[in-house]
């Protein structure tokens, strides 16, 4: 049982390159979560997705977007990367029953490096 | 956006020693989390905490839901080595949006 698999594990980009992070889990949740993490501030809410074909701001949407075509994918998308964009990603899955975010599992993160 | 509070910042304890920390908010949360990340890996969920005054244990762990609903606790008992870390609160308001505290680094001593 896998669980939640990011796809790269590390990316350096060139600032106004593109590029899309995957997340994949097996264990058949509603809920999906793209979060970044940045020193001393935490995990910040990028966007996350209630469902298959849904999709939601969170707390740092901007430059990001996403995609939910299949229940257990969620696309993170940088059109144009930016330095302020350097930081580890991180994806979570969670099931509906305690609500959004309750109880969630993560990926073991991708560091990505915008230069 | 919503401010979590999250101390002590680092704590560097012995080998058995207890340990406690906790986060609060400005605004009343209904749902709280801690969860543990180890270097390398995301974080793994420890506790969750749905109902105010809640006292929950995980093992060596105990986390408790503020009466107040705008904190919460994590204590430790007996901390071994493996405890090190970087343990995060978690809190839910009425947005329905959940907020991570900046997180406690741990580092127990032999």
């Known amino acids: 049982n896998a669980g939640v698999t990011q796809t790269p594990k590390f990316r350096v980009l060139k600032t106004g390159q593109s590029m899309t992070l995957l997340c994949a889990q097996d264990m058949n949740h509603e809920y999906m979560y793209w979060y970044r993490q940045d020193p001393g501030m935490g995990l910040r809410l990028i966007h996350y997705?209630?469902?298959?074909?849904?999709?939601a701001k969170g707390e740092v949407p901007d430059g990001y977007n996403v995609s939910r075509l299949k229940k257990q994918n969620f696309l993170l998308g940088l059109e144009s990367a930016a330095p302020s964009q350097t930081s580890v990603y991180f994806c979570?899955?969670?099931?509906?029953?305690?609500?959004?975010?309750?109880?969630?599992?993560f990926g073991q993160g991708t560091r990505l490096t915008v230069v | 956006g919503q401010q979590l509070n999250q101390s002590p910042q680092s704590m560097f304890i012995q080998e058995g020693e207890d340990v406690s920390m906790n986060c609060t908010s400005s605004s009343i949360f209904n749902t709280w989390l801690w969860y543990k990340q180890d270097p390398g890996e995301g974080p793994v969920l420890l506790i969750a905490?749905?109902?105010?005054?809640e006292l929950t244990s995980n093992g060596r762990l105990t986390a408790q839901f503020g009466i107040t609903r705008k904190d919460s606790f994590l204590n430790i008992s007996a901390s071994i080595p493996s405890d090190v870390g970087i343990y995060f609160c978690?809190?839910?308001?009425?947005?329905?949006?959940?907020?991570f505290g900046t997180g406690t680094s741990l580092t127990v001593i032999p």
């Open positions: 997705s209630v469902g298959e074909g849904t999709t």
């Open positions: 979570a899955s969670s099931d509906r029953g305690r609500g959004l975010l309750a109880e969630a599992f």
């Open positions: 905490l749905y109902k105010a005054g």
């Open positions: 978690a809190g839910r308001g009425t947005g329905n949006q959940f907020y």
